[in-house]
């Protein structure tokens, strides 16, 4: 096990690179070894090594960049993606870790003018998703060691491990661009390959007693079930669930190192909630002869991965929820080796009463507490290993979830604290304020960071993270968060969703198969102004005439006309929501 400074024999990338625009090539090579490098023909993207004839002449253009993301091939071509700009988000185990602040695709793509125009219309929406995908939030790297492997996992590995390149000390589960590999690795470029994991890096320095320690928290998103909010829900057939995230909590203290890992997921039972302009869409469960075996490949994953799982169900015990909520418990009572703990958030905790949460540590306490944390020294001598995970979800697994883990994180910290001999027995971080404001904020910041990926919104009860309480500030933040929610999800999401069906491979471009790509083709109308401008009208002119409707029976019968136009309209945009709302058009739903 490698967790200490870098030394000789550690692989490392690249980190600081100059990219050459030629008419016919893009160059990349490093500042600090200019003879290495390779070119991507701007014409149909094909990699070469770098010599002395591709570098020759004058670039048009020169710039630095900061990393290789992959490459990936439409129908006209090969478009590269590189890292243009970088912030240092701090340092994991001792390492620098990065955050992408701006990428490009770059186009090599000269072969289009050759394209049919229907090629060319597909082309130019598929480039629409390059450009979506060029602002996505929450991608951090490090060029000296991989971010996707937990602490305990790591400690396991052979000797030698950190050697190999960055790309194959990588879990692809968690790299988000590992679909844009495959070209960069068959030309053995590994010294420029960065692997990409989306998610949160939160890092905080705690001064408990005067004992300094740095407290990590570096949340994993899953790429298998990839997309937004409303368009990816539950399970595939496979058992990978929507909004899967790892989260690790890393305490460094005396040399020591303290590791609690907690996940998330969506209901891993066949479910989906498609927008129709209403403010809650419909829950609806799909019946399929394969669920029992969805749930079961999902568990059997997580056990392998984690060792016992608690499953702790967050979901309203009634409605349209606890509809879905008795559905997965009853697939439960299949696994006997799973613990499932139905907790209703919203009936006991409230909107305010935090606290509340220790209802369900009475429930959980103790096993939690059997489960453990992993632990190190600074030899690398193994202490102790976490045994199994608390596996929570509500229905987006981002607000409630968010909460919850923080709950018991707090309660590990704690532990770890007293064992280590700063907090006795009667004393928890809660106690310290300077040191637990550090603690809850990097939690909400973790909260947020993972909200904006999945719903594109920061997540709601931040306060209760963030303060302990609800406030009149934070209130008014998630009114407008659950506004912005609500828009994109129905005006927005479809392309966001097409966008990431892209680059996690789960759609790929057939250049020989002109008819797949048909239904992309032409331009798709913006919805909302439609929408908005029939109602909207059909309000204003029904108020206008109300207003004048004390003057004569005519205007009377005017109002009485407008007011059924207007509800006409409504029920039209009820009944027609699903058509009016953004979809995807690249893949279904499972």
Same mark, same amino acid.
């Given at each position: 096990m490698e967790i200490a400074p870098p030394s000789s024999n550690r692989f490392k990338l690249y980190d600081q690179l100059e990219l050459l625009e030629f008419p016919d090539k893009y160059v990349v090579k490093p500042v600090d070894s200019p003879h290495e490098g390779f070119s991507v023909d701007r014409r149909d993207?094909?990699?070469?090594?770098?010599?002395?004839?591709?570098?020759?002449?004058?670039?048009?253009?020169?710039?630095?960049?900061?990393?290789?993301?992959?490459?990936?091939r439409l129908l006209a071509g090969t478009y590269l993606l590189v890292i243009t700009s970088r912030e240092e988000a701090g340092t994991f185990l001792g390492f620098p870790i990065f955050r992408v602040t701006a990428m490009k695709f770059l186009p090599c793509n000269g072969n289009l003018r050759f394209a049919t125009a229907q090629e060319k219309k597909d082309e130019a929406y598929l480039r629409t998703l390059l450009q979506a995908l060029e602002t996505t939030p929450g991608l951090y790297f490090s060029y000296e060691t991989d971010l996707t492997v937990n602490l305990q996992r790591r400690c396991k590995l052979a000797v030698g491990w950190t050697s190999k390149p960055m790309w194959k000390q990588a879990d692809p589960r968690y790299v988000w661009n590992w679909h844009l590999l495959e070209e960069l690795i068959e030309c053995k470029l590994d010294g420029f390959i960065t692997p990409l994991l989306q998610g949160s890096y939160q890092v905080a320095e705690l001064q408990l007693k005067n004992?300094?320690?740095?407290?990590?928290?570096?949340?994993?998103?899953?790429?298998?079930?990839l997309g937004t909010r409303m368009w990816r829900r539950g399970a595939n057939l496979e058992g990978d669930t929507a909004n899967f995230v790892e989260s690790e909590q890393i305490l460094e203290i005396n040399g020591f190192k303290f590791s609690l890992l907690q996940v998330r997921g969506s209901i891993p039972l066949l479910w989906e909630q498609i927008v129709d302009l209403s403010y809650k869409p419909q829950l609806k469960i799909n019946k399929h002869e394969d669920t029992p075996k969805v749930v079961q490949r999902h568990f059997h994953d997580l056990s392998q991965r984690y060792g016992e799982i608690m499953a702790v169900n967050l979901t309203d015990q009634h409605g349209a929820e606890g509809e879905l909520s008795k559905a997965y418990a009853t697939e439960m009572t299949r696994l006997p080796n799973v613990r499932y703990v139905a907790f209703d958030f919203h009936h006991i905790c409230g909107t305010t009463n935090f606290d509340n949460l220790g209802v369900l540590y009475e429930q959980i306490g103790d096993e939690f507490e059997k489960q453990g944390y992993f632990l190190v020294d600074a030899e690398g001598n193994i202490l102790e290993e976490q045994k199994g995970v608390i596996r929570s979800n509500c229905i987006d697994c981002l607000d409630r979830t968010n909460v919850t883990q923080n709950y018991m994180a707090q309660n590990s910290l704690n532990l770890q604290l007293q064992r280590m001999g700063v907090l006795d027995s009667a004393e928890c971080v809660s106690m310290f304020e300077d040191d637990y404001t550090k603690f809850r904020t990097i939690w909400a910041e973790q909260g947020d960071e993972i909200s904006l990926q999945y719903a594109g919104t920061y997540a709601l009860k931040g306060d209760l993270v963030r303060y302990g309480k609800q406030t009149v500030s934070g209130a008014i933040k998630d009114g407008i968060s659950a506004m912005s929610r609500y828009y994109l999800n129905n005006f927005q999401d479809g392309v966001r969703q097409d966008a990431l069906d892209l680059i996690s491979g789960r759609y790929t471009v057939g250049t020989n198969s002109p008819s797949q790509l048909q239904p992309i083709g032409g331009s798709q109308p913006s919805f909302l102004p439609?929408?908005?401008?029939? +109602?909207?009208? #059909? @309000? =204003?002119?029904?108020?206008?005439?109300?207003?004048?409707?004390?003057?004569?029976?005519?205007?009377?019968?005017?109002?009485? +006309?407008?007011? #059924? @136009? =207007?509800?006409?309209?409504?029920a039209m945009i009820k009944a027609n929501g699903r058509h009016l709302c953004s979809r995807p058009r690249l893949c279904h739903l499972i």
């Open positions: 993207g094909n990699i070469k090594p770098l010599d002395d004839d591709t570098s020759s002449g004058d670039a048009t253009r020169v710039s630095t960049i900061f990393g290789v993301g992959g490459t990936i004992s300094p320690s740095v407290i990590s928290l570096i949340s994993r998103r899953c790429t298998r079930r439609v929408a908005s401008a029939l +109602l909207i009208g #059909g @309000v =204003t002119v029904t108020s206008f005439t109300i207003h004048q409707a004390g003057r004569n029976t005519q205007q009377y019968l005017a109002s009485a +006309l407008w007011a #059924g @136009v =207007t509800a006409g309209v409504v």
